[in-house]
């Protein structure tokens, strides 16, 4: 029998809780990771109120950093603690595959000087259309129709670009570049991307609509991921005919391996909270696993280096937590955590790479306070130990210290 029925877990993506152990390894504009703190340097630059987390624990989880993220409680009502990731990468992939139990010893390949001219070749000679070479960089995906989006409108030609993530994303006018056009050439784009030296998690097509000054991403988006290289926790319980419950982009992260339940992209956080909690107060959903990402810190506000658009997003999923807990049923369990850093203080525009905070609620706990520090594959090795089946490569259970 099972302790909890439901588990939720929601991925904060990119809300990191300070430097790890081997950020100095790991750059960003040429600047090492190791002074990276996503939710500290943000408290200290423009402040945090997060009532709702911190009395979960938060404020509680040990930090080696001087800065703190919010005050620690005394009494919380959760379990808190922070997580070390193992795999070599600090990437949205590699976070959330990792979460799930697998070790990435290769990470996936970025391109921060742009792709090379081969696979724009190739696409070029598949698609017929040119591809606009200065558009060829990691890029905001709204900036990009902003800058180059008339020209396309003028002259037919593909806009391609990436970001601090190992994706290939192609944008088109719907207007100017049908979405099954759009939706083939990323086809192909996918079929010449799948191995070394040019080994892609995604490849994201991007249409839009609209006029120059005014262009609109629509939500006809479409990912094209890879699988898992092995059997990760979602496998695992899809087999034992376990629910799985996905919300926003976790689909395309695991390229739709071992979920059953698809809740769709989000179009906000908000919508996303409104997507977790439909699913959570499903008649038809009475035992099993969500997984939700919800990643507007990251998208909206790391990338782009917008501490305050961070802090206020992490104030609205504050105040918004309440809700989610109240949809909770007695013998529920949600788990809140991110898939790594994303410091809007620091240099450069990538990922930082960074410890992930981690709290633990349930209507049922008698008890609360710290877990030991751990590391990402834990929480899969935890899931999987609830519902009886076997954790993947990597992860110890720490259901017991759940009580």
């Not at 899809?238 to 391996?257: C, E, L, M, P, R």
């Amino acid at each position: 029998m099972s302790k909890f029925n439901r588990i939720h877990l929601v991925v904060l993506d990119s809300v990191g809780i300070g430097a790890a152990p081997d950020a100095n390894n790991f750059v960003n504009a040429g600047v090492p990771d190791g002074s990276s703190d996503t939710l500290g340097h943000i408290s200290k630059s423009v402040g945090l109120n997060v009532p709702n987390m911190a009395k979960l624990g938060l404020g509680n989880i040990p930090r080696e950093q001087a800065l703190k993220t919010v005050p620690a409680e005394s009494n919380p009502t959760g379990y808190a603690t922070k997580l070390e990731e193992v795999s070599l990468g600090k990437d949205t992939m590699t976070g959330h595959w990792e979460i799930m139990g697998l070790n990435i010893t290769e990470p996936f390949d970025t391109f921060w000087n742009g792709f090379p001219e081969e696979i724009l070749t190739k696409i070029e000679e598949f698609s017929g259309r040119k591809v606009i070479r200065e558009a060829n960089k990691p890029y905001s995906g709204t900036a990009v129709i902003d800058d180059f989006g008339p020209r396309q409108m003028e002259t037919g030609e593909l806009i391609i670009y990436t970001s601090a993530d190992p994706v290939l994303q192609i944008a088109a006018h719907e207007d100017i570049i049908p979405l099954d056009e759009l939706y083939r050439i990323c086809e192909y784009a996918r079929s010449i991307t799948l191995e070394r030296p040019a080994l892609l998690g995604r490849i994201i097509a991007r249409p839009y609509v609209g006029e120059p000054g005014n262009f609109t991403r629509t939500a006809n988006r479409r990912d094209l991921a890879v699988s898992p290289f092995a059997p990760t926790v979602l496998d695992k319980l899809n087999d034992a005919g376990i629910d799985t419950y996905s919300v926003g982009k976790i689909s395309d992260i695991f390229n739709g391996a071992g979920i059953n339940h698809d809740m769709g992209h989000n179009k906000s956080n908000s919508h996303g909270i409104d997507n977790l909690i439909k699913a959570m107060k499903s008649e038809d959903f009475k035992y099993g696993f969500s997984f939700t990402n919800l990643v507007d810190f990251d998208a909206l506000y790391g990338h782009r280096r917008d501490p305050h658009g961070y802090r206020d997003c992490l104030h609205e999923f504050d105040e918004r937590l309440p809700e989610i807990i109240a949809a909770m049923r007695e013998d529920d369990l949600l788990m809140i955590t991110a898939d790594h850093g994303n410091d809007p203080t620091y240099a450069g525009t990538d990922h930082t790479r960074e410890y992930i905070p981690f709290l633990a609620y349930s209507p049922s706990f008698k008890g609360s306070g710290l877990l030991p520090v751990g590391h990402f594959a834990d929480i899969s090795a935890t899931i999987a130990d609830n519902f009886g089946v076997e954790k993947a490569m990597i992860g110890e259970s720490f259901l017991d210290k759940l009580v």
